[in-house]
């Protein structure tokens, strides 16, 4: 569940919107923050990261172009 998009980050360029849920990243089904962050671990930055996420009950893909900042690196 989305509960803040930082300004300018590739969330907000992909048009994710506080209150949708990520279901899925890379095609792999994510039900917590900790599983969404191993899978953009695996990515470096400047890379595409496809999420399925649902908005309002409808279903969508959208592609987030990773940036620099990684929490815990």
């Known amino acids: 569940y989305v ?3 930082s300004q300018n980050s590739g969330a907000e360029k992909a048009g994710i919107l506080i209150g949708d849920v990520i279901v899925k990243a890379d095609g792999k089904t994510v039900s917590n923050m900790d599983e969404l962050n191993d ?3 695996t990515h470096k930055a400047g890379e595409n990261m496809e999420l399925t996420i649902v908005r ?3 279903t969508m ?3 987030v172009t990773l940036g ?3 929490p815990g690196n």
Do not use: A, F, Q
């Open 61 to 63: 893909s959208v592609k």
């Open 56 to 58: 309002s009950g409808k």
């Open 3 to 5: 509960v803040s998009v």
């Open 39 to 41: 899978i953009r671990d």
């Open 68 to 70: 620099e900042e990684k």
